[in-house]
């Protein structure tokens, strides 16, 4: 973590020197394969295993909190090592070069902080860490690793993401001063009825009063990992249920926003706010809600003016939605300049108001396509070319998702100094900037 001297200047112009450097030395032959460990191999861990397998690499060693989906995984690859806890892969096993971490998230810096201290590369997903504390120090290891990482960000992948980046940055709807992103699909406290609008899994409203036995193929204390020790219900397990308890995950603010969020922060050249701002119905202690939204200052950065970022979830939206002023997508992102507006969502965007862009120009594209979420990060592992989701612009996405989560639970509008990761005018935000680990699961 940056030391209580450090101005924020100073750690902001860290953040851009590293972005644009060469992550190391390469380490294998661009022929060579390499040598992976997956971590997390259910659920989104298969999806991330089975691009891995398709670009040709070795799988060395699995670990799953689930035995059944560990015994699976395991069968598909001969002589594969196989573990349950991470951290006796990492304690036995350091002859791998690369890491895919996908574990729930409340575990994933304890799961990629060894590999990183290892020295190996690092494929995360998103959220980086479970909060902003936990997220910085995954930051300042990557740095000091000097490895390929990537957070599962696969959307910024997309040819449609960097045409709307191409659009802002070249100025075709002048200076941005207003950013608003909202999502269809929100999980969390919320009732019956709005549960099901959203197309969430499972309702619940409060802790469940009754344990149920833990199923047999399933290490319950491993998936607790740091978090506070609480009997076995079906409503954290299997994911992604967890995600909408606080002792787990972050909601969908930290989960979507990973994606939705991410838009602007690559368009407009975000890092970290100024200020941020909640508003919806009062905070519950253990569950993230469904209905929210959090609002972000942004100062100058370089040639580009103040900026404010508003977030929507669940029952709320832009006012320029709710008054039919802009298409009814159900998930947008809606950049305001002073030329004129542009919406997107993962697949499309279009200029605003259209009559007015009718002749309109694009510039030729000047962010080349990609070769793949995954295969990039893999080639970067071979090469030392830069990863765009790296866990330094990735970790300053998910400390600003964080930051609006704080801001909802505290309830008060925040002032955040990123050097000395505190927010200095709510002394009781810092349980929730860092948090207490259960005993033997501390993270350094």
């Known amino acids: 973590m940056g030391s209580s001297s450090c101005t924020r200047r100073g750690f902001l112009a860290g953040s851009a020197a590293i972005l644009g450097a060469p992550a190391f030395l390469r380490a294998k032959g661009l022929n060579e394969k390499l040598d992976v460990v997956v971590i997390g191999c259910g659920g989104r861990g298969g999806g991330n295993l089975g691009e891995v397998v398709a670009a040709g690499e070795n799988i060395v060693a699995v670990c799953d909190i689930n035995q059944k989906t560990l015994d699976a995984t395991a069968a598909r690859f001969p002589g594969v090592k196989a573990y349950s806890d991470y951290r006796k892969l990492y304690d036995e096993f350091k002859s791998f070069d690369a890491a895919v971490v996908s574990t729930a998230e409340h575990t994933h810096s304890l799961a990629t902080l ?68 909202w999502v269809g699909r929100a999980w969390g406290l919320q009732s019956p009825e709005d549960a099901k609008r959203f197309g969430d899994i499972v309702t619940v409203t409060d802790r469940p009063k009754e344990a149920e036995p833990v199923p047999e193929w399933l290490n319950w204390d491993l998936f607790l990992g740091p978090a506070p020790e609480r009997p076995y219900n079906s409503v954290y397990y299997p994911g992604p249920k967890w995600y909408r308890w606080w002792d787990f995950g972050s909601g969908t603010m930290s989960d979507l926003g990973s994606h939705w969020n991410d838009l602007p922060f690559w368009a407009l050249k975000l890092d970290a706010p100024l200020t941020i701002e909640a508003d919806g119905p009062p905070a519950h202690a253990e569950l993230a809600p469904a209905t929210m939204s959090a609002t972000y200052t942004y100062g100058k950065r370089g040639d580009l ?23 009814q997508w159900d998930s947008g992102c809606l950049f305001i300049g002073d030329k004129g507006m542009l919406l997107a969502d993962y697949g499309k965007h279009v200029l605003l108001p259209e009559e007015q862009f009718k002749d309109f120009k694009r510039p030729d594209p000047f962010i080349p396509d990609s070769i793949g979420h995954h295969r990039e990060w893999l080639r970067a592992c071979r090469t030392g070319d830069p990863t765009t989701c790296n866990f330094e612009y990735a970790g300053a996405l998910t400390e600003a998702n964080h930051l609006g989560n704080v801001a909802y639970r505290c309830g008060k509008k925040l002032t955040w100094d990123p050097a000395k990761l505190e927010v200095t005018n709510v002394p009781e935000a810092a349980r929730l900037v860092k948090r207490t680990y259960r005993k033997g699961w501390e993270l350094v």
Request: charge should be positive.
């Open 114 to 181: 060894p590999a990183l201290k290892l020295g190996k590369h690092v494929y995360c997903e998103k959220p980086l860490a479970h909060n902003i504390w936990e997220t910085r120090q995954i930051r300042l290891a990557a740095r000091e690793a000097k490895v390929a990482t990537q957070m599962g960000t696969q959307i910024h992948a997309g040819g449609n993401y960097r045409r709307v980046v191409e659009l802002v940055q070249s100025g075709a709807i002048g200076q941005v001063s207003e950013c608003h992103v």
């Open 305 to 327: 003016g103040p900026v404010k970022l508003t977030w929507y979830q669940g029952n709320m939206k832009p006012q320029a939605w709710t008054d039919k002023l802009i298409p």
